[in-house]
């Protein structure tokens, strides 16, 4: 069985590398191959009437949900052979999501992570990279983390955990971003990274990154009750780090998917669009019947992600979405809305959803 | 979608209140304070001294009118509610039907004697025959001016605060809440034609929740305020009365119901399988009332996995008839989301199994064999789950302890009674039979309170 995960894992790798190759033909292939060998998301294939042989169209590879990776263990690798696992961030006592890796897969992750990256930071414009998340060592199950360690060879993690367990700064942060010699600077981190490091800035002083600097934000406030929109995000670093809007980079990601999407290339004015790479493709798709919806209408966004070998490729989030032609622009998550009524809604599932709202599950 | 629409609506009706202008006609704190003073002179007028005996007939008749389909309110009212509320046209007409059903000469004369010990104690000193054997009598009045801070988008909840401000002869004012406001204002405008100086001591409005300037404008005036909406915002509407208001608030409830294993034949089960599915229909669930969940009895002839399927069967007849209507996408992919999460649950498990409609989320029914409390994301969404008896379901129920409002049961007689007292003493405040939960009497204590009893003031005359 390894030896066909194997060869699909280096046909996708020369696929992300630019070779040529069929993405219908690829997901198919890998469909079958989870669809053999990832128990729980063949018995949703089964109930919905879907075996590798009766779908030819991508569109009928079913989305398994996100909430699928924490209630069962969406992998075909056997317990022994799971080197790495990414959790969901969520509150102490839930079960996060999980997301198995062996090197091989987490190779190919890698490789996907740093393909996409490299096009839209354009980190040959910059003179240091500074992740503001902790190293892996500190926190071996964050994708964030992970992900930023190898993204590129040369990132300082100025991020730690702090003694209550959540995510701070290092202390000399800012001293590290205030030498004089200092140049562009690229800093990647979650959104409440950057609300804690203008906490920080000297009164007065809106300019502690050089001209030409840059900013990856990820979204997410760790469980903090904060929910800016991006807009109001984007604003506030702006004003704060004195930077321009095009300087600021929205990434998309969450420890269920192996690929990222980037909301514009750094430096580029224009509206923002979330894109994935061409070995990933978002379908906004109706929650009232599941099938797309049209251009500029709202609904849940699906992912088919090649780069997800030993998991399973099609993942439905809860994440609401506009389609657009050249991408998708969120809008929030299903559970942020209201209940009407004064009924409670508060139930262990929708805590963890809201918890989830609150930071988006990559990390 | 719904948002705001309300203002928009061109309902040919003439600008009596404030929700009726335009939203370019700015409201301001001083205008608040100006229609405010306005009502409270209009109350002394036209209200303070009216027969209560009056005040009844008016509500009677006017209950009566908002059920014939001729009464060119009611025709406005369900020509433009669905696409005000969000309710489709059957679904807003029964809801309207049972609720003004309710309210008729005598269901305002029990409620008032029910609360006040008789229903003229609101127009002079009356003794009841306890208080006469003191050699005393006394009068009950109701606030100068109660402010209403409603939430949501059930109309019946805020229509009935409004009625019972009419019966204690107190002006109101109404601030809705956000795309809430379509039934209320028609009310108040069929309460205007009615008698229109009843209707003068009336006000309703809508601006953003948590607008402190305009909400402090209403409380410094008002001297009673009653807001719905969650725990939070009542703690802080609370924070920022002054002194000396009276405050009823009413938050978060839920509400679920109860099946008996001795009540569960097959004829009976049948039978409550489509009271069930009423509970489930009404308003679209969305209300403090509506059912969460359906708890039932192991081991009756019926298992609890057949009768959810059975509610399947009916809510999917029901819907036939009084579809559910639009939903916001949000409220969409949140059925969505979870359905995804119990058809997963339920192929890979064996005591889980999900019944939905084909190619939209009008109607879900999810049963489990696991007891442990869950909350429905509502629009007709409905969980069925077997429990041994009620003590395992208080157990499992307890993270709802004390936000119960109402349980409806279905038990054997004999039984009913001490459970109906199991029930009381863990906190719940209305149990009533399945069918009903939405359909409460008049006479009903919100939240285990006395309406009109919450209202008023006495004044004790010792003879």
Not at chain 1, 336 to 360: H, I, T
Not at chain 2, 93 to 113: C, K, P, V, Y
Request: glycine residues 8%; contains cysteine; hydrophobic residues 40%.
């Amino acid at each position: 069985m390894d030896d066909k995960f194997t060869i699909i894992t280096e046909r996708v790798r020369a696929f992300i590398g630019g070779e040529d190759g069929d993405f219908d033909e690829l997901a198919r292939d890998l469909f079958a191959l989870q669809y053999e060998h990832v128990e729980p998301y063949r018995h949703l294939c089964e109930s919905r009437g879907v075996t590798p042989k009766n779908a030819n169209a991508i569109a009928a590879i079913p989305a398994i949900p996100t909430t699928a990776f924490k209630e069962f263990e969406i992998t075909s690798l056997p317990p022994n052979e799971r080197t790495t696992v990414f959790h969901s961030s969520g509150t102490t006592g839930q079960t996060p999501s999980r997301h198995f890796h062996n090197a091989e897969s987490l190779h190919l992750y890698e490789t996907s992570a740093r393909a996409w990256f490299k096009p839209h930071m354009r980190t040959d414009e910059v003179e240091s990279i500074i992740t503001l998340t902790p190293s892996p060592k500190e926190v071996p199950h964050s994708s964030l983390a992970h992900m930023f360690d190898i993204i590129h060879p040369e990132v300082t993690p100025m991020g730690r955990v702090g003694e209550d367990g959540k995510w701070d700064l290092e202390t000399d942060v800012l001293d590290s971003l205030s030498q004089p010699d200092v140049g562009p600077v690229l800093l990647m981190g979650t959104a409440l990274s950057f609300l804690q490091l203008a906490d920080r800035l000297p009164r007065h002083r809106n300019n502690i990154v050089s001209h030409g600097s840059r900013i990856l934000e990820t979204g997410g406030y760790k469980g903090e009750k904060i929910e800016w929109t991006k807009t109001k995000l984007h604003e506030f670093i702006s004003r704060e780090y004195g930077l321009k809007h095009e300087d600021i980079v929205s990434e998309y990601g969450m420890c269920e998917l192996s690929s990222q999407a980037y909301d514009t290339v750094a430096g580029q004015r224009g509206p923002r669009r979330f894109r994935f790479p061409p070995w990933a493709r978002a379908r906004i798709v109706s929650p009232e019947h599941g099938r797309e919806v049209s251009l500029g209408e709202t609904g849940l966004l699906e992912v088919i992600d090649l780069a997800n070998v030993r998991s399973v490729l099609a993942v439905r989030t809860a994440d609401l979405a506009i389609r657009h032609a050249d991408g998708f622009e969120l809008i929030g998550r299903a559970t942020n809305s209201e209940p009407r009524g004064c009924s409670l809604n508060a139930s262990d599932l929708d805590n963890r959803r809201a918890d989830e709202a609150r930071s988006r599950t990559h990390a | 979608m719904r948002h705001g629409l309300e203002r928009m609506l061109d309902l040919g009706l003439p600008n009596f209140f404030l929700i009726d202008t335009q939203p370019e006609a700015r409201l301001s704190p001083e205008i608040l304070t100006e229609a405010c003073r306005q009502l409270k002179r209009n109350r002394v007028q036209h209200l303070r001294d009216t027969p209560t005996e009056q005040s009844v007939k008016i509500l009677a008749r006017l209950a009566h009118n908002w059920r014939d389909d001729l009464f060119p309110i009611r025709k406005l009212a369900l020509a433009h509610g669905p696409e005000a509320t969000g309710f489709s046209k059957p679904s807003l007409a029964r809801g309207l039907d049972q609720f003004f059903g309710r309210i008729t000469e005598e269901s305002l004369h029990n409620l008032i004697a029910q609360d006040l010990g008789d229903s003229r104690r609101l127009d002079g000193p009356m003794g009841t025959p306890e208080e006469r054997a003191d050699n005393r009598t006394a009068m009950a009045r109701g606030p100068e001016l109660i402010g209403h801070i409603t939430a949501g988008n059930l109309p019946c909840p805020t229509l009935m605060s409004m009625v019972h401000g009419v019966l204690v002869g107190s002006a109101q004012f109404v601030k809705c809440a956000e795309g809430a406001g379509f039934i209320p204002r028609l009310f108040a405008h069929s309460l205007y034609d009615a008698h229109a100086k009843l209707g003068a001591c009336l006000e309703l409005a809508i601006w953003p929740g948590g607008d402190h300037p305009f909400e402090a404008a209403l409380f410094d005036e008002a001297d009673c305020i009653v807001a719905t909406g969650r725990d939070e915002t009542l703690t802080e509407i609370q924070s920022r009365l002054p002194l000396g208001k009276r405050f009823l608030g009413h938050g978060h409830r839920v509400s679920f119901g109860y099946i008996h294993r001795d009540v569960l034949s097959r004829a009976m089960a049948i039978e409550l399988a489509k009271n069930a599915a009423r509970d489930v229909a009404a308003w679209n669930q969305l209300g403090c009332l509506s059912p969460q969940l359906f708890y039932v009895e192991k081991n009756g002839a019926v298992r609890p996995e057949v009768f959810a399927e059975m509610l399947a069967g009916e809510i999917e007849a029901l819907e036939a008839k009084e579809p559910r209507g639009e939903i916001s996408t949000e409220e969409s992919a949140n059925i969505a989301y979870r359905r995804d999460f119990f058809e997963l649950r339920s192929v890979n498990t064996g005591d889980v199994k999900q019944w939905k409609s084909d190619g939209d989320t009008s109607w879900t029914v999810v049963f489990e064999e696991d007891p442990v409390f869950v909350n429905s994301c509502l629009n007709r969404f409905i969980h069925v789950k077997a429990v041994e008896n009620l003590g395992e379901m208080l157990r499992v129920a307890e993270m709802t302890r004390g936000q119960v409002s109402t349980v409806a049961l279905a038990a054997p007689k004999n039984d009913a009674e001490e459970m109906v007292k199991t029930l009381a003493h863990w906190g719940v405040t209305r149990v009533c039979p399945i069918g009903q939960m939405q359909n409460p009497p008049m006479g009903w204590r919100h939240d285990g309170r006395p309406t009109l009893g919450d209202l008023v003031t006495w004044t004790d005359w010792e003879l």
